[in-house]
């Protein structure tokens, strides 16, 4: 099978969907995030799938951005890059939480709950350094990044509208998130994984993509848009 941008994109689709599912599904198991927990076969499963999930989640909106790069401009620009980010500093953080909490967490119970605590919104003395300001520059970069991105898409008209529609009020809702106690906030993750999915299975879906189509280019005036099968 030759590989060309055209299947790299599409693929790239599978991985939005997949990431975009683990989101709601993560958010349904995920274990309270209490020092107790962080020893258990759930807290390693969840957190093994939250790291896959990081993962897929850059892949997909990569080629979610790729789709569209000709028509996205610098709103999709740069919602791309922080939205890639926030999964990139996800991945990091739940590498932490998957590998390095369970091994230290006879050893240095207070260091784990206040590690615990920056994301669960408690407050746990312990000596952090500068990890409690990065929530709050994650959430930045998700509100922001999900936001022009959505835009970006809306305005390129190249995936279904809805999904753009879903991604940037999903990630404008996470701001309500105060409104609601932890872990109830959860159900705000569930637009955001309809909408990852929905861009996903757009790309994963087509069937007749041209490399000019692939990048979001337009045809010109007057010629109806024909492409060619992958």
């Given at each position: 099978?030759?590989?060309?941008?055209?299947?790299?994109?599409?693929?790239?689709?599978?991985?939005?969907?997949?990431?975009?599912?683990?989101?709601?599904?993560?958010?349904?198991?995920?274990?309270?995030?209490?020092l107790s927990s962080v020893t258990t076969k759930a807290w390693a499963i969840v957190h093994y799938l939250t790291l896959?999930?990081?993962?897929?989640?850059?892949?997909?909106?990569?080629?979610?951005?790729?789709?569209?790069?000709?028509r996205a401009g610098w709103i999709g620009l740069s919602g791309f890059l922080l939205f890639g980010l926030f999964w990139?500093?996800?991945?990091?953080?739940?590498?932490?939480?998957?590998?390095?909490?369970?091994?230290?967490?006879?050893?240095?119970?207070?260091?784990?709950?206040?590690?615990?605590?920056?994301?669960?919104?408690?407050?746990?003395?312990?000596?952090?350094?500068?990890?409690?300001?990065?929530?709050?520059?994650?959430?930045?970069?998700?509100?922001?990044?999900?936001?022009?991105?959505?835009?970006?898409?809306?305005?390129?008209?190249?995936?279904?509208?809805?999904?753009?529609?879903?991604?940037?009020?999903?990630?404008?809702?996470?701001?309500?998130?105060?409104?609601?106690?932890?872990?109830?906030?959860?159900?705000?993750?569930?637009?955001?994984?309809?909408?990852?999915?929905?861009?996903?299975?757009?790309?994963?879906?087509?069937?007749?993509?041209?490399?000019?189509?692939?990048?979001?280019?337009?045809?010109?005036?007057?010629?109806?848009?024909?492409?060619?099968?992958?």
């Open positions: 099978m030759k590989i060309t941008a055209c299947r790299v994109i599409r693929w790239s689709g599978l991985s939005a969907i997949l990431a975009g599912i683990l989101f709601i599904v993560i958010q349904a198991i995920h274990p309270p995030e209490i896959a999930m990081s993962l897929l989640g850059l892949l997909g909106i990569t080629g979610i951005y790729a789709r569209q790069v000709n990139t500093a996800t991945a990091a953080f739940t590498f932490v939480e998957a590998f390095v909490l369970p091994v230290i967490a006879a050893d240095a119970p207070k260091f784990v709950e206040g590690y615990l605590g920056i994301f669960a919104g408690s407050h746990v003395v312990s000596n952090l350094g500068h990890l409690p300001g990065v929530a709050p520059v994650g959430g930045v970069l998700y509100v922001l990044g999900g936001l022009l991105l959505g835009a970006a898409t809306f305005r390129a008209g190249i995936l279904p509208r809805w999904t753009a529609v879903l991604l940037a009020c999903a990630a404008v809702s996470t701001l309500a998130s105060s409104l609601l106690p932890h872990p109830m906030d959860r159900v705000l993750a569930l637009p955001m994984g309809l909408a990852l999915a929905g861009m996903g299975y757009a790309i994963w879906s087509e069937r007749r993509i041209d490399s000019s189509a692939a990048a979001g280019s337009t045809q010109p005036r007057g010629r109806k848009h024909e492409s060619h099968r992958i």
